[in-house]
């Protein structure tokens, strides 16, 4: 047992929790985590309430460990989603972009809320919102962290604020959990290194790419989603920095979303101007560029697509060399962590 306010507060035994990650977080993924001593994310961003609800009974079924959903709150499909994980008592409710208005509904039944940030101003009024613990991202992660690095952002937001700080951004092994305990936060997340792993479902081709990556091999721009994130530097990645803007591509990939999460024409227009008209409004050039990066990731994730796919990947990859299981995995980090700390407790001061 590995006990940090992170461990306490969820009621598991590792400090370490799966990045919420659309097409990835699956159920056999997020069980193994949980099943390993740690925190197990689904996102559900890109499903249907439906799939959502079969999503969690899954899970449940796979394990009897805590476990999380991941929703953005702009996104199509948000409210409903939300709903779903209240009803079927999930505990624990990790959001990002936006205003969580069902942080009663889930302390109603004893769950949890977990806001994500990657700016520290925005930290303190999480927590006034009722905010439970937060994840705190930095610029080294795959995907949407801002311009601070972890280094600089867990310090400044574990001043402002009093709850469990997850750090998130660069993290791939024990030392990484050591030095974020030591810069003040609670636990950690990681995305990059648990898509490497037995039971994840991302192609073994990129799987390849990521272990033969180096730390410089990612590039950061907000052309592939629309906002500013990191992507593994691929040929498609890299044309991407180069190009206009993807009309032709735009209009495939958001009927491509369309499908997927089974909307109407009408609820499709709806939540475009929703999305357009939400704090964190989206213009259109960016759901347009969503609809692109979404329709790249799944080539990447799904069919292996090292040509005409990207993967958002952070950093940490040129420190990743192994496929592991997921135990396995969590187990040598902590190890490595317990070994980290026990050695800085030595060093006279």
């Known amino acids: 047992m590995f006990k940090t306010r992170m461990t306490e507060l969820f009621g598991i035994e590792k400090p370490i929790m799966l990045a919420g990650m659309n097409w990835i977080t699956e159920p056999k993924l997020v069980s193994a985590v949980c099943n390993a001593g740690g925190l197990g994310v689904l996102a559900v961003a890109r499903c249907t309430p439906q799939e959502t609800k079969d999503f969690i009974r899954q899970i449940k079924d796979m394990t009897d460990k805590p476990f ?48 994500t940030i990657a700016v520290a101003r925005h930290a303190a009024r999480a927590v006034s919102m009722g905010c439970d613990a937060l994840v705190v991202t930095g610029h080294e992660a795959a995907a949407h962290g801002a311009a601070a690095t972890s280094m600089v952002l867990i310090p400044l ?25 030591a810069l003040g936060a609670d636990g950690v997340s990681m995305g990059s290194r648990f898509m490497i792993v037995q039971e994840s479902m991302v192609h073994e081709r990129f799987k390849q790419l990521c272990i033969e990556a180096t730390e410089q091999d990612t590039l950061y721009d907000n052309v592939f989603d629309g906002m500013d994130g990191r992507v593994l530097k691929t040929k498609e990645a890299e044309a991407m920095t180069k190009k206009g803007f993807p009309v032709v591509d735009a209009i495939k990939g958001a009927m491509l979303v369309k499908r997927v999460l ?30 692109v990066g979404n329709m790249k990731h799944m080539k990447a994730i799904m069919e292996g697509d090292v040509e005409g796919g990207i993967l958002f990947a952070g950093q940490c990859c040129g420190g990743i060399a192994d496929i592991p299981t997921t135990q396995e995995l969590v187990d040598r980090i902590m190890d490595e962590a317990s070994e980290t700390l026990a050695r800085m407790n030595k060093l006279d001061v």
């Open 68 to 115: 999380g959903i991941n929703q953005i709150l702009v996104g199509p499909g948000a409210k409903e989603n939300i709903e779903v994980a209240i009803e079927e008592q999930v505990p624990i409710v990790n959001y990002s972009l936006g205003k969580p208005w069902f942080i009663d509904d889930v302390h109603a039944y004893g769950g949890k809320v977990m806001g």
């Open 157 to 181: 937001v574990a001043k402002q604020v009093d709850v469990p700080i997850i750090a998130a951004g660069g993290i791939y092994d024990g030392r990484g959990i050591a030095a974020a305990l």
């Open 262 to 291: 089974n909307l109407s024409w009408s609820k499709f227009v709806g939540l475009t101007f929703e999305m357009m008209r939400a704090e964190e409004g989206h213009p259109m050039m960016v759901l347009a560029r969503q609809a």
